[in-house]
């Protein structure tokens, strides 16, 4: 079967800095499917030849070193441009006898990929609709929206409703990109196709987890976007809940779309939804303290570059073991890692003093950077004594496999042209993500919210959420990576 994969927004940064890259990537690799197409729509004005030349500067500059000037030379005539707007209807009856045109009789699957800004996903939907182009006569129709997938839960439903009007739930695939993660899928596999976690991956054995997810970078000209968003939406609606969602699923029957996310959707629909009073005491919210001089920031902007948020499961594994979720701007490294913190040994026998006792088992996901995974443990110091000190069995992908860690979008455009989905989120698990942001996101807005604390860059958010944790006996795992 032919690809056609036609990119909405194609002069905009998404395409030049992951989209052609990934594209480029599966080619070198040979991946891509043999005669796939790439067709960029936009209003700027470029012949091919001045889209190629454009992008091939961008390519060379975000792959890197992989990059090979006679490898594009193969490539790049597979990729054309066809100018519109993305509003005007004539441009998508052009856009539709230009496909026509280049895939001649052969059946085609197109993947129509919105990188196009939020506001106008609506647009390019229905147009997509009117000028019959979401019609499965001549081989599948696939359509890729980008996050974010509505802003709350009520514009999440509409965007939903709108899509659905032209497409069905099995022609959508709503992007995340934490689930091109190679990482985020090995939780799958450390959890699944492992038989020593499972028994140990409850309430009965695990006090809590962590998941963060810290930045070092600033907010700096993404200000006007980011003062609409805030990091609840840009980081926890999606991303983390998607990492609590792998962490925290029951084993699918099966890796399909479906199966998968029928356990995510579960694991969702199991998080208590936080009253009123508990975003006071089961939140933290704060801001760097030079975000408010960021351009395009206003000077009393009050929105969060932090935030660290307690959740609660309800089933019968996680009963009584809170998730905590934290990220933020400005940190002090970039670090992703989820650490799974398990109750201290029921009785300690040996006189080591209170600290060791405390320090219980834990495993270390490192998601990026240095991916890995490291479990801690108490060993005896030789020669000491009964004096023993937290050591640690780890594993890096960097030692264990050659070559470099593929880029999600990799992944993500080659299972859409396969047509599998379980990477990408279904209208369902996308709202339900929106129910438990929401109540959080609106106490955050009310004038009596939880405070918004000031917090120096290069550190780990605002003071208050260190106390906050060590009024619940518990401690943030704050190492910069754990693994180098
Ligand atoms: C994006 C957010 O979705 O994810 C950004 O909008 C954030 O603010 C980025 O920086 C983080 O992605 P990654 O892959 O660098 O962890």
Request: charged fraction near 25%; glycine fraction near 6%.
């Amino acid at each position: 079967m032919a690809h056609t994969i036609i990119i909405f927004g194609a002069s905009g940064d998404l395409t030049s800095r992951k989209l052609v890259p990934a594209l480029y990537e599966l080619f070198r690799k040979k991946r891509l499917p043999e005669g796939a197409r790439v067709v960029g729509f936009s209003r700027t004005k470029f012949s091919h030849d001045a889209w190629r030349e454009k992008l091939a500067e961008s390519t060379a500059r975000f792959v890197g070193e992989d990059f090979d000037a006679d490898t594009w030379r193969h490539f790049a005539p597979s990729i054309l441009y066809q100018s519109g707007n993305a509003e005007a209807a004539e441009d998508y009856a052009a856009l539709r006898d230009f496909l026509d045109e280049i895939e001649g009789d052969q059946e085609t699957t197109r993947v129509y990929h919105l990188a196009v800004a939020p506001p106008l996903y609506e647009t390019v939907i229905a147009r997509l609709g009117e000028a019959g182009l979401a019609k499965e006569d001549r081989g599948p129709r696939r359509v890729v929206i980008e996050k974010p997938f509505g802003t709350d839960l009520d514009s999440a439903r509409e965007l939903n409703r709108h899509v659905h009007e032209v497409f069905d739930e099995r022609q959508i695939y709503r992007i995340d990109h934490y689930l091109g993660k190679e990482t985020v899928q090995n939780v799958l596999v450390l959890r699944f196709a492992n038989s020593i976690f499972e028994p140990i991956w409850n309430r009965n054995y695990i006090d809590h987890v962590q998941i963060t997810a810290a930045e070092d970078l600033l907010v700096g000209h993404r200000a006007a976007y980011y003062e609409s968003a805030g990091v609840l939406r840009d980081m926890f609606q999606n991303h983390l809940l998607q990492l609590m969602t792998f962490t925290a699923m029951e084993a699918p029957a099966r890796f399909d779309a479906d199966a998968v996310r029928d356990e995510k959707v579960k694991v969702l629909r199991s998080v208590r939804v936080m009253e009123p009073g508990e975003v006071h005491t089961d939140t933290i919210r704060g801001q760097y303290c030079k975000y408010r001089d960021e351009p395009g920031a206003p000077e009393d902007s009050e929105t969060a570059t932090f935030g660290a948020i307690k959740l609660h499961i309800e089933n019968w594994r996680w009963q009584g073991v809170p998730f905590l979720l934290r990220s933020g701007k400005a940190m002090s490294c970039r670090t992703t890692q989820i650490v799974i913190q398990f109750r201290p040994a029921p009785h300690m026998m040996f006189d080591a003093g209170p600290r060791s006792a405390f320090e219980a088992n834990r495993l270390v996901i490192q998601l990026q950077p240095a991916e890995g995974i490291q479990l801690q443990f108490q060993t005896k110091v030789p020669d000491a004594g009964m004096k023993f000190r937290m050591t640690d069995l780890h594993f890096t992908f960097r030692e264990e496999f050659a070559g470099r860690m593929p880029e999600a979008y990799q992944r993500l455009l080659l299972d859409v042209m396969h047509g599998d989905a379980s990477l990408f989120s279904r209208a369902d698990e996308v709202e339900l993500a929106w129910s438990i942001i929401d109540p959080i996101q609106r106490g955050w807005e009310r004038p009596d919210g939880p405070p918004l604390e000031l917090y120096e860059a290069g550190g780990w958010g605002p003071p208050n959420a260190v106390e906050w944790m060590c009024r619940q006996n518990r401690e943030w795992f704050d190492s910069c990576p754990v693994l180098k």
